[in-house]
């Protein structure tokens, strides 16, 4: 890995921004990014877009168009060599020419898996890996974690004061943080296939749990609403309800099932875990439905259960300049937490101001 | 005040950077540093190192000898013009021959209060008043509030961790953040003329509220220990009735006075406000003792009360990374505050990393 020069990190380095360029709207498939390279100068690059539509490499090849021949092929991902909704890329590469391929990862997808990088090399092109490739890793942290271990990447959300407060305890929570915050976790929600919460925040605050900026274009998608409900407590009347896109409710107990079907939900039961819908359950289905990565707007029961289950990939904290005071929700309801041990330490990976709040992004060790 | 130089700035910058070497040993006088400029050289600084001792101008003068005379003094602080356990600076200034005097900030106390300019300017010499006035200020914030306002500044210290959680429910809370926050808390100590604290916190942990880290100079001194203590529960093996420095008890109803006096507390009975000790009576008390700053570390109770009465200068949080979850005692005990309304936002003046924690320094706004 040591013979990557300082232009084979700068030219991945580009093609990994472009292939954030498709954060809103390249889910369920993998963000990718690609710059083709000859004489030292970029003769093409592309990113994939939108799923279904051509793959970072097609877009680039075609921006290249003849200068594409003895070019190098810096890709964030290893290229695909099957029929999916496209044709194999590796084709296209092998086919313009292309003298030398650079990928940052490879793809664990199990219809690629080294077919791409090997199919390459059988044509006679030079193929390195591994450039870049823990910041292509955190790009597609939600891709891998669905493709490896069938459950999407869980990002927990809170917004909180300073001393901890969610909520008053007469349920009065609007708003905490402020307009920039809310903005900044509309960007959360737009990036995430499913936004998942639980019923007592349904019953409380009726959200929508819907991408509504509009400088934000997820090309008309919306993230699956995804709404944890024992025992279908859903009220018909629910605002998500009559909301573009769909709504996910996962229960125990179905007995009300067909009201709320009619209302406009899909209702899946699963299994239970101490008495709750099984959230792990949950997140297997969402794979299933090519989730990547899932945002939970949660209130402290969810919030709990899921750290106390070690289900919380990244914990994102909006913390307001605020003192709440002591008649209020905690954060986290973690009724087994008697003794100092019981806490969970964090590793904070950023901490930034947005408006006049501070968002923390941490993930949770032992 | 726009007529002062850039070289004006940077030897006034300098005696403020002097001043503060006094932090653990001035008060209660105030910290006061001077530089003596002739020929744009600095021909002697000096700063005021133990209260009763010689002045910042005495030792500069002192280091600077016969080349005072014609030199530009830059004070921090008004000379002063009385005989207090020192003679008056302005006659040494006067004797020494300086040119001119520049001062950052008049001293309010009642027995200087302009006389020291006054004097200056009778014997002509220059002077000019207001340069790095409110670095001045914040330096002196402690003195100046006990001077003007009859009563210390009062610092709230807590730490918590990031979900607002101080200890556990059971009381466990040992430590919640660590040993560099906590070496940073014995300097907090040791720059205050006071430790104050609740019966809640004496009756759980029994802290010594000493300054131990012998890195720290303070000249010998240890900060008054001060509790808030309405019935005297204070128990006579309370272990700082037997450590070095003098521990007070304020009260409301003082029966067990006796026993509590032959154990080594001083007791002093005040009014009660709602019930409890009125924390503004005790720190009027204080700033008859010639406490400048009070450093407040407390529970929620007394932590809350502070809060909500208005009397917290300066709130400091160390906050640790990890969630402590629900079964905790919260930072603010505030059994009013039912509503959001009623919650207090907070102008944040710095954030630093303290080892892992995260130390959050801010005044409390409406």
Redesign the interface.
């Known amino acids: 890995m040591s013979d990557f020069s300082a232009n084979d990190c700068a030219y991945m380095a580009r093609a990994l921004r472009l292939a954030e360029r498709g954060q809103y709207s390249a889910h369920p498939n993998p963000m990718v990014g690609c710059v083709l390279v000859r004489d030292d100068a970029i003769v093409g690059e592309g990113w994939h877009e939108v799923a279904g539509e051509a793959h970072a490499e097609i877009n680039a090849l075609q921006a290249a168009g003849d200068n594409a021949r003895g070019a190098t092929a810096y890709v964030t991902l290893e290229p695909c060599a099957h029929h999916g909704k496209t044709p194999p890329c590796v084709d296209a590469l092998i086919g313009a020419g292309v003298s030398e391929v650079i990928v940052a990862l490879e793809d664990p997808f199990r219809q690629v898996d080294g077919r791409g990088l090997a199919a390459l090399k059988n044509a006679g092109i030079g193929v390195r890996v591994g450039l870049m490739r823990s910041s292509a890793e955190q790009l597609l942290a939600g891709f891998l974690s669905r493709v490896t271990r069938n459950r999407p990447l869980v990002r927990l959300k809170m917004a909180?004061?300073?001393?901890?407060?969610i909520a008053?305890?007469?349920g009065?929570?609007?708003w905490?943080t402020g307009p920039e915050a809310r903005a900044d976790v509309q960007r959360l929600r737009a990036r995430a296939g499913a936004v998942m919460t639980g019923i007592g925040t349904i019953l409380a605050d009726d959200p929508s749990l819907t991408v509504r900026d509009a400088a934000i274009d997820t090309q008309g998608k919306q993230p699956l609403r995804v709404i944890l409900d024992n025992e279908l407590r859903m009220p018909l009347s629910a605002e998500m309800l009559a909301l573009p896109g769909k709504t996910l409710v996962y229960c125990i107990d179905d007995d009300k099932r067909e009201a709320l079907v009619a209302a406009g939900a899909e209702v899946i039961k699963v299994g239970a875990s101490a008495g709750m819908v099984d959230v792990l359950a949950v997140l297997n289905d969402l794979a299933g439905r090519e989730v990547n990565d899932v945002l939970v707007e949660a209130g402290?029961t969810l919030a709990?259960s899921l750290?106390n289950a070690g289900l919380v990939d990244e914990l994102i904290?909006y913390q307001a300049?605020?003192?709440?005071?002591?008649?209020?929700m905690?954060?986290?309801?973690?009724?087994g937490?008697?003794?100092?041990a019981?806490?969970?330490?964090?590793?904070?990976s950023d901490?930034r101001r947005v408006g006049a709040d501070?968002r923390?992004t941490?993930r949770?060790g032992d």
Do not use: C, Y
């Open positions: 909180s004061s300073l001393d901890g407060g008053m305890s007469n009065e929570s609007q905490i402290p709990g750290v904290i300049p605020h003192i709440m005071g002591s008649e209020t905690g954060m986290f309801d973690t009724p937490w008697t003794e100092l019981n806490r969970k330490s964090l590793e904070i901490v501070t923390i941490a949770i």
